[in-house]
């Protein structure tokens, strides 16, 4: 299930009405307020009590006891009326209507006429045609628009169950409050949080404290946001998160509007992907679910997590995620001073693209790729990894490979294309397809002997140790080996040492 049709979800199970008709159903119907106090008026009992030295001002009424105030009646099997207070105390079978639709059920009403406060205990069932209510302890203030239970109490709406400790309504501010534990619970998704208030009017639920709402497929936490139902849009913040399957989102603060399909994570934004072991992080990001997009920018931060403790990080200004639903693989871009660092391979280039369906990275405008002890340059460098490892490389216009041997001697490799051959995170073999140029240093028993420089259209290099073993020309071979100090020109056409630029530490990837 995507986030998308969780929250259809939501609206299709009437999570906004569950709100509106427990915010209708605590008391709204059951008094009127009146400038003018309106006395309760008697309408039927099998029997009436009254002494006048014991309660001058006290009727007990027993049997079928039916009063009236207000446009409600209430029935009960007895009560006390304190008719200077205009005050009713009603037992046992207490049943309050309202027309056909409202009914209101107890073990005990007190409820005052002048003032229109009424509290009703044990075993208390408000119920109308859409939703019920369930308490212990209610009671209602007509005269503050205010009505409340503090005991525990539930609110059953179709497929909807809502819990909570206490709650309370404000008619005048169309608002309701529910607080400690309140759980919603559905057959297709619940919600626990400690506070939950919904404003009836704009149809708007807000979020306090922690709140976790999860399905089968989907969880989402937040310790404080809002959900607005008309628009359907949400706000979550405070170590906001949201999961599903594999993917996970988190942020301080994350927003999401449904119509729009358009999400964005704000401050501390990660978007972490545990099949693939990628984490992506930033400081703002926007996201859609169909089809599958993210964008990052502002502190970025990728990982390709190794389980080897080897992860590759990288950085760049911004970057971009998608899935590519005709290949069925996960696509990321990044863009503008990119670096990344792995233990065995770091880089540089202006952007560069990872596709996961063949762990391919391909690098793009003044590419720089550094593995183990050679410097890699070419106008495209493509990297094949195999177990998160690299396996091939491929170097595409002016290649050219380089690595130190002296202070100021430089083994090299040139040609117009190339590819490299990796095992144990070492280059063991490259080929070389037109222009082929190498300048290498012949080594014997840890001493440099000589300089060999090889001219041939292909040449295919096989090496050890990071040294040429060996060199198979092909096509317009030639070759020489210099004493030191002999060849003239040690340095090919685009020679270029850049050690100050590799990252050697993952931290040196923000360092552009």
């Keep these: 299930m995507t986030l998308r049709e969780f929250f259809q979800l939501l609206n299709k199970s009437k999570f906004c009405s569950l709100f509106i008709i427990a915010a209708l159903v605590l008391f709204p119907e059951l008094t009127l307020s009146q400038e003018k106090p309106q006395k309760i008026e008697i309408l039927n009992a099998n029997s009436l009590e009254y ?7 006290v009727r007990r009424f027993i049997g079928d ?18 008719t200077i207070d205009n005050q009713i105390d009603a037992f046992s079978n207490v049943h309050i209507e309202r027309g056909d639709t409202l009914h209101l059920y107890g073990d005990f009403l007190s409820y005052n006429g002048n003032t229109n406060f009424g509290k009703i205990r044990e075993n208390v069932e408000l119920k109308d045609q859409k939703a019920q209510v369930f308490t212990d302890s209610l009671d209602f203030y007509a005269e503050e628009d205010y009505a409340h239970y503090f005991d525990g109490g539930k609110i059953i709406n179709e497929d909807n169950t809502i819990t909570s400790k ?57 310790e404080e946001g809002w959900y607005k139902t008309q628009s359907n849009q949400f706000l979550f913040t405070k170590n906001a998160m949201y999961q599903k399957e594999e993917r996970i989102i988190k942020g301080d603060t994350l927003f999401y509007d449904r119509e729009a399909n358009f999400g964005q994570i704000k401050q501390s ?22 089809p599958d997009r993210a964008f990052l920018t502002d502190e970025t931060l990728m990982i390709h997590v190794d389980n080897e403790n080897d992860s590759l990080f990288l950085h760049a200004d911004t970057i971009k995620s998608h899935y590519d639903s005709t290949e069925s693989h996960q696509i990321f871009k990044a863009y503008y001073k990119v670096k990344f660092f792995k233990t065995n391979l770091q880089g540089k280039c202006d952007s560069l693209s990872y596709y996961m369906k063949d762990s391919t990275i391909r690098m793009y405008y003044e590419p720089i790729m550094w593995s183990d002890s050679n410097q890699i340059f070419a106008d495209d460098i493509s990297i094949q990894l195999k177990d998160n490892e690299v396996d091939e490389f491929f170097l595409d216009k002016n290649a050219l490979i380089i690595s130190q041997q002296d202070e100021d001697k430089f083994n090299q490799i040139k040609g117009k294309q190339m590819t490299g051959y990796v095992k144990n995170n070492e280059i063991r073999r490259v080929d070389v397809d037109g ?31 990071n040294q ?5 020309m092909i096509n317009s071979p030639g070759g020489t080996l210099y004493p030191l100090g002999d060849l003239e020109e040690t340095k090919l056409k685009g020679f270029q040492w850049l050690e100050q630029h590799r990252p050697r530490k993952k931290s040196d990837i923000f360092i552009w």
């Design 51 to 57: 002494d006048e030295n014991i309660h001058p001002n």
């Design 65 to 82: 006891v039916i009063f009236e105030h207000n446009d409600f009646t209430m029935y009960c099997d007895s009560a006390y009326y304190y």
């Design 166 to 222: 206490t709650a309370h309504y404000y008619s005048s501010k169309k608002m309701a409050y529910f607080n400690e534990d309140v759980t919603i619970e559905n057959p297709d998704y619940m919600v626990d949080t400690d506070t939950l208030n919904y404003d009836t009017e704009e149809e708007i639920a807000y979020f306090i404290g922690p709140t976790d709402i999860y399905n089968d497929s989907s969880y989402l936490y937040c």
């Design 269 to 290: 934004a990660e978007i972490i992907d545990t099949l693939q072991n990628i984490i992506l992080k930033g400081n703002y990001s926007e996201y859609s679910e169909n």
């Design 435 to 465: 222009n082929g140029e190498t300048i290498y240093y012949t080594v014997d028993k840890n001493e440099i002997i000589g300089v060999n420089k090889a001219i041939s259209s292909n040449l295919i290099i096989k090496l050890r140790d």
């Design 468 to 472: 040429v073993e060996r060199i198979n």
